[in-house]
């Protein structure tokens, strides 16, 4: 198995896997965040935050997801340094529109601000509904006492 993950065949399977973490993150916060444009009032918002935060199953796959993008960034960071390595001297003549796109030819720039705004994300909305739910109202919806995410995000 350690042989396939140094293979550039191996390297690429693992940049898939672990991008299908990023995929399933995407599509799942995309859903809960699409509940602000369906609810205006936020309970349907704070609802979804609140299962989030409270299922069993969310709880066990966030450490994975997390792990997910550490090992998807370091394997980027790796391969790009590789590529590099490789080919340290530049072509003469470049056509690079007839073989790829800008997008394929530029991922780790893009990565990276990617990257910058998951940062300003987990600072921004992640840090403070995790550790610092204190600093947050509450609002109660259906009996249930629930931070009130709505405010925030809003």
Do not use: C
């Not at 409270?54 to 998807?72: A, Y």
């Not at 796109?101 to 403070?128: D, E, K, P, Q």
Request: without cysteine; aromatic residues 12%.
């Amino acid at each position: 198995m350690s042989n396939f993950l140094l293979a550039s065949i191996g390297r690429k399977f693992m940049m898939s896997i672990t991008g299908l973490f990023l995929l399933v993150f995407i599509t799942v916060h995309l859903a809960l965040n699409l509940l602000l444009i369906i609810d205006d009032s936020g309970e349907l918002f704070n609802l979804g935050a609140h299962f989030m935060a409270t299922n069993p199953l969310i709880k066990i796959m966030e450490p994975i997801l997390g792990l997910g993008f550490i090992v998807h960034i370091i394997w980027s960071v790796i391969i790009t340094y590789q590529n590099w390595r490789a080919r340290p001297v530049k072509y003469d003549k470049q056509n690079l529109g007839a073989s790829s796109t800008w997008a394929s030819r530029n991922m780790f720039i893009l990565g990276g601000m990617v990257f910058a705004f998951l940062v300003l994300h987990v600072i921004n909305f992640f840090y403070v509904m995790k550790f610092a739910p204190h600093s947050m109202e509450t609002v109660v919806i259906d009996g249930t006492t629930m931070e009130n995410g709505y405010k925030l995000v809003s």
